[in-house]
């Protein structure tokens, strides 16, 4: 099961787009909200998530996602229940997700240090940040923006299904 993060200020694109391919992949994703069941994105779009952050258990867990944008990403950084799994993922060498402004979130704690990664222009905190779409170095996977929202999402299910589901999932999807 994979955890998909929503603070107010959240990225809708950055959001649903990943939720949608992963779904249709055939992984379990729950939405948990970050301080309120029903968070706002940066554009003004409302959603009831999945879970309270209450709510939020280790049992099952394969990973988790951090979508971008402002003030969502530092609205996610500040939370304890995101900082803990964020923790128990690097401890578990669990999927570690996240797009746009997000990735500074994983760099904060120094999960970049070594790794290739992408992230949205002038948000980069270690070396290795690359400008490509979407990069899986190990168990993280960073996306460069909301335009790259596809091309994270395919990186995603390839990483946890193999290049053959992501491969169906965009021909499906028509992703080019």
Known sequence: MIYVFLADGFEETEAIAPIDM????????????IGTDTPTGTH?????????????????????VLPGGL???????????????LDYCA????????ICAA????????LLDGRRYTCYPGFE?????????????GPIVTGKGAGAAL??????????CGKEKADAVCGGMQCS
Do not use: M, W, Y
């Open 44 to 64: 003004g779009i409302t959603v009831r998530a999945d879970l309270p952050e209450t709510a939020v258990t280790t049992d099952g867990l394969e990973g988790i």
């Open 103 to 110: 990735p500074s979130v994983l760099g904060h704690k120094g």
């Open 91 to 98: 401890d578990n060498d669990l999927l570690i997700a996240a």
């Open 22 to 33: 992963l779904r249709r992949a055939g992984v379990t994703v729950q939405t948990v909200g």
């Open 125 to 137: 905190t270690a070396d290795g940040a690359t400008g490509e779409p979407a990069v899986c170095d």
């Open 71 to 85: 003030p969502g990403t530092t609205n996610l950084e500040a939370s304890e229940t995101v900082q803990r799994l």
């Open 151 to 160: 091309a994270f999402g395919a990186t995603l299910i390839e990483a946890l």
